[in-house]
């Protein structure tokens, strides 16, 4: 491989802003709840690094096949990988093509085939467009996919055909906003915001990210202990929390992120609270030995060999309010940020209705053209 830009390359990053800001110098996007995937690819050569320029290549075949043939013979592409199913991503169908098994990967990608979609390029030709503007590098960068050979496969399970796509862009804060609150039926978490005239700057934090912010009362059913805890001085970790449903306490997230200080606090007052596993809503999950489907605490998987999730139970008497940006099925996509205690709640009165839910979206729509 030979190209103007080569691996290793660390992205491009954001840092976090409160609302669409209403400015003339930026370009807004969609941002993709997916993979960060970098492409390089020098003929029939591609190499697919993550955010820390790990190889992923190997895990995504039928990805790699439709890049030979959609993209431009030489180039270097920033972007995310994502898995759809109804025309909604699926984050923890992702998560499963990472896996050592050839025949799993294989069969997972004809089961449900993974997509890439571009946001900004890097090279093309003998080119290098990284110390280039971004509005520079959007011009090239539509113009490149334009020359996209013929669709020859259609994805049974999108219906859309294409596995690589270029994402949407506007420098209408108007339309932004309503991006925001549209695109999140489709499982977008929120948008991205560039500076027209900024280069791209790997491992810097030179994008903005607006990400949606919500806050729900939740049950308090349980806690690890922090990497640094000891016998000698315990430290809590993350809160594991629940909603109730008509079959019970539902996993649906943890909280974390707390000071030295306040985790040591927190053990001796949820202490009177500590129970035993047998007495708990979860203590048939002591059963649980290897990863399963409802990613069970105190249980296995290959994300996470070799640590140990035993968690500490507690009677889920209290309730405590926490912010959460984004749901995935039945649980919180990100660690949610604890807020505060609500003792003028009930426990089994937090249910998930209380929850926002996004209007469903067409995955479609927001890969089509504007």
């Known amino acids: 491989m030979d190209l103007p830009v080569m691996p290793p390359v660390l992205p491009m990053l954001a840092k976090s802003v409160k609302g669409v800001p209403h400015r003339d110098d930026l370009s807004f996007e969609p941002k993709w709840d997916g993979f960060r995937c970098l492409v390089f690819k020098d003929g029939d050569e591609i190499e697919l690094t993550s955010r820390n320029t790990k190889p992923l290549t190997r895990y995504f075949p039928e990805v790699v096949s439709a890049m030979r043939e959609q993209l431009p013979d030489r180039c270097v592409l920033d972007g995310e990988l994502f898995v759809a199913s109804a025309d909604r991503l699926q984050f923890e169908a992702l998560q499963e093509r990472i896996h050592p098994a050839a025949s799993r990967v294989a069969k997972l990608s004809a089961e449900m085939p993974a997509e890439y979609v571009a946001f900004d390029l890097l090279a093309l030709g003998d080119t290098s467009y990284v110390e280039r503007p971004f509005a520079e590098r ?6 490149a996919l334009a020359t996209l ?14 596995r690589v796509h270029l994402t949407r862009t506007t420098t209408d804060p108007d339309i932004a906003e309503q991006w925001f609150e ?3 039926g489709a499982g977008l978490d929120g948008v991205v915001a560039k500076p027209l005239d900024a280069a791209y700057q790997p491992n810097a934090r030179t994008m903005l990210k607006i990400k949606h912010e919500r806050t729900a009362d939740v049950v308090l059913a349980g806690f690890r202990l922090h990497k640094t805890s000891t016998p000698e001085a315990p430290l809590l970790g993350s809160m594991l929390l629940g909603l109730y449903t008509p079959e019970g306490l539902q996993h649906i997230g943890v909280a974390a992120s707390f000071t030295a200080r306040r985790r040591a606090e927190l053990i001796e007052e949820l202490a009177p609270l500590v129970c035993d596993l047998s007495e708990h809503p979860w203590g ?23 640590k140990d999730l035993s968690f500490v139970p507690l009677r889920p008497e209290r309730v405590v309010e926490v912010g959460y940006d984004h749901m995935e099925g039945r649980r919180f996509r990100h660690t949610a940020q604890f807020k505060q205690w609500r003792p003028d709640r009930d426990p089994e009165s937090c249910g998930y209705e209380q929850l ?10 927001v890969l089509g053209a504007p």
Not at 155 to 161: A, D, I, K, L, N
């Open 356 to 365: 926002d839910e996004p209007v469903s979206y067409d995955l479609s729509e």
């Open 182 to 184: 549209k695109f999140e």
């Open 284 to 306: 048939h999950w002591a059963e649980f030995l290897t990863a399963n489907p409802g990613r069970t605490p105190g249980t296995q998987s290959r994300w996470s060999q070799g």
């Open 149 to 162: 050979a013929p669709i020859t496969e259609v994805s049974e399970v999108t219906g859309r055909g294409a």
């Open 138 to 143: 959007r011009a090239a960068l539509e113009s």
